[in-house]
């Protein structure tokens, strides 16, 4: 995840919770890591939130794959007072949106929908970049490149 | 796979507990997230029956310190053992960075161990990985019970390629930590070795 990318999206989810009136709005990768959030949910636990998501994304696409379906591009929870919207963007990554009276499904599907279309593309960008430079031999400026075992011993300390 | 973010400076890696049904791969996390003090840990994640059999995974993320300037994150998953829980499984083992095979050292069990091992390497090869080139690391649980195998069956029958050994009683913290300091230490080692350092 690369900063000016990362900048981009958080613009994005930032605009997307104004524009659905949602309560929070969190992207997080397939195998469980958050990758961008936004919202006024100050005390979530974020860490979770997107650990049971990827679960929940991954079972729900298990049991489209029994019956025959690529998958269910989206899900959606209605609670008592808050409701959970989750829905994919590019191929990798979940969009969760979290409103409540202030606003509607349909109103955060129609916004969700405008801001899938700006993530993919720039997840595509990363991806492209990515691509790039693997091709070119650009090493990352990888934090583990000069990792010690030092290093390492020291986290257990 | 690990997920770096340069922006925040985050990097997270996934571990996965395996093994048998009741092995002790759920006491394992369980253990960890005693111990660990509260700022190094989140919550510990539990879906599970009401019998407390895992149903579909724990979670525990782990937060180990910082290592050149990164935020270095740990998360620890278990599978549900049982086996016909394959298809859960198979979900959670996806983007995996390590794995730790947790043994039942107990005789009746042995079947079990090996059936699970080989339930590993297919459900590892279909997401694309080969055992043999992952970060692993084994653990023989349940040494203090009085029916169990020896150290050096259990070897013959579980162990692959020179992979790390620990023997534990996972209810009791012996050889958990270190279990899982050898794991994670095979993961950033193995992070330094593909960003060619």
Known sequence: MYEQEYEQLKNVITRLCADANAKFVFLVDKSGQQIAAH???LNLDTTSLASLTAGNVAATDGLAHLIGERGFPVLSHEGERDHMYISKVASHVILVVIFDE???LGLVRLRVKRATGEMTSIFESIDSKVARERDVGVGFDSPFAEITEDDIEALFN | MTFINYASREINCKIVYYGPGLGGKTTNLQYIYDSTAAQSKGKLISLATETDRTLFFDFLPLDLGTVR???????????PGQVFYDASRKLILKGVDGVVFVADSQRERMDANVESLYNLELNLKQHGYELDKLPYVVQFNKRDLPNIVSYEDLKSELARNGEPIFESVANRGIGVFETL???AKQVLMELRKNSGG
């Open chain 2, 69 to 79: 300037g990164f935020k270095t994150r740990f998360h620890l998953y278990t599978v």
């Open chain 2, 181 to 183: 300091k050898a794991v």
């Open chain 1, 39 to 41: 919202g006024e949910m």
């Open chain 1, 102 to 104: 202030r606003s509607s």
